[in-house]
């Protein structure tokens, strides 16, 4: 009688093990697009991502602005690098289901008291876990 309830605990705990490893594993590569960001490293930014992402940003005065990856990581060639550009971003949460994943991230850019939120949509690729889409929304200041 014990031996099975023994066997069904070892089961739950590895597949906890495996979520919580899949977790870990989305969160390095929304940190990779994070700290890419911040640090002016269009590389790791285009690491982040899948070649044909979309990128549905924030824009003045157009409803939906969309960019690829690579026009994306582009914007931050022109910042010194490796330096702290002042961007800060963290992650709000993040869900795995099988091989896709939804996160939720906020981003501040002091310099212009700038919040955003930004949504991800994640795919495993070849064993690597890979941005997707990604929306962001600027929020209203407060």
Same mark, same amino acid.
Do not use: C
């Given at each position: 009688? #014990?031996?099975?309830?023994?066997?069904?605990?070892?089961?739950?705990?590895?597949?906890?093990?495996?979520?919580?490893?899949?977790?870990?594993?989305? #969160?390095?590569?929304?940190?990779?697009?994070?700290?890419?960001?911040?640090?002016?490293?269009?590389?790791?930014?285009?690491?982040?991502?899948?070649?044909?992402?979309?990128?549905?940003?924030?824009?003045?005065?157009?409803?939906?602005?969309?960019?690829?990856?690579?026009?994306?990581?582009?914007?931050?060639?022109?910042?010194?690098?490796?330096?702290?550009?002042? #961007?800060?971003?963290?992650?709000?949460?993040?869900?795995?289901?099988?091989?896709?994943?939804?996160?939720?991230?906020?981003?501040?850019?002091?310099?212009?008291?700038? #919040?955003?939120?930004?949504?991800?949509?994640?795919?495993?690729?070849?064993?690597?876990?890979?941005?997707?889409?990604?929306?962001?929304?600027?929020?209203?200041?407060?």
């Amino acid at each position: 009688m #014990r031996k099975p309830i023994l066997t069904l605990l070892i089961i739950i705990a590895s597949m906890q093990l495996t979520a919580q490893s899949e977790e870990d594993a989305v #969160r390095h590569t929304l940190q990779l697009y994070l700290h890419g960001t911040s640090y002016n490293n269009p590389e790791e930014i285009r690491g982040a991502f899948y070649d044909n992402a979309s990128l549905f940003l924030s824009k003045k005065d157009q409803e939906i602005f969309i960019m690829t990856p690579s026009e994306y990581a582009d914007l931050f060639e022109k910042g010194e690098q490796p330096k702290f550009n002042g #961007r800060k971003g963290k992650i709000i949460f993040v869900s795995t289901e099988n091989d896709i994943a939804i996160a939720k991230a906020e981003i501040l850019i002091p310099d212009g008291n700038l #919040r955003f939120m930004d949504i991800f949509l994640l795919k495993k690729i070849g064993g690597i876990w890979k941005i997707i889409s990604k929306a962001a929304t600027l929020m209203p200041s407060e």
